[in-house]
């Protein structure tokens, strides 16, 4: 789905990786590991388009998106991706339905599907029924859950994930770890930068940014 060709970044003389080369997969969880400062949160953001590398391409259906216009960008950030971080970016000051709301019409989903999808989504992260709770009154966790959920009606075909259970605890991280894999079964591609090992021994294939080169799939 996405192919990442001899991707380098580096910032003056300082070279964070180079040479950075493997695909995501439709289906696949990959993560990213290596020690803080890395660079792995620099890979995703380049990923998601937040921050440019300064060699190579990352091509999605053959474009390479490291290169498209502003407008094109944009789009491609709204219909393609989605993203996980570990501070949530939610709306705080706004209830849980309104989350979901902006992710609903960007699936152009309204009425009774709408309505329908986001009921599923709440049920999926154990948040039934808590539509009208405002976010800015929901522990970590349950933050988390409602990001979950708003991924789960985006639908997005590929998932950047920052260290998304650095805060959670076990059962929590678990509930995170399957929603992702239900939507890599459903046929998105996700990658995870993470630092727990479990999280990474669910993964299918494991990218090491500190040796730039890709290590052996944990799950093949
Ligand atoms: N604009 C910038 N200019 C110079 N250096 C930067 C800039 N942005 C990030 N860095 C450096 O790049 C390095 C990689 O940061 P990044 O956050 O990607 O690492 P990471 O592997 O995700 O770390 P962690 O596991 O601690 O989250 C850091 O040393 C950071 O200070």
Redesign the pocket.
Known sequence: MIEIEELGKS?GTRT?WKDVTFSLKSGQLTALS??????????LNCLGLLDKPSAGAIRHEERDITRLVPGAARRFRRDVLGYLFQNYALVENATIAQNLDIALKVRKRKGATAKAAMAQALERVGLGGRGQDRVSQLSGGEQQRVALARLLVKEPQLVLAD?PTGALDRDNTEMVVGVLRQMADAGCAVVI?T?DDWVREQCDQLFD?STSAPASSTTG
């Open positions: 910032y964070l290596g020690p803080s400062g890395s660079g792995k949160s620099t890979l260290e930068a630092h940014v």
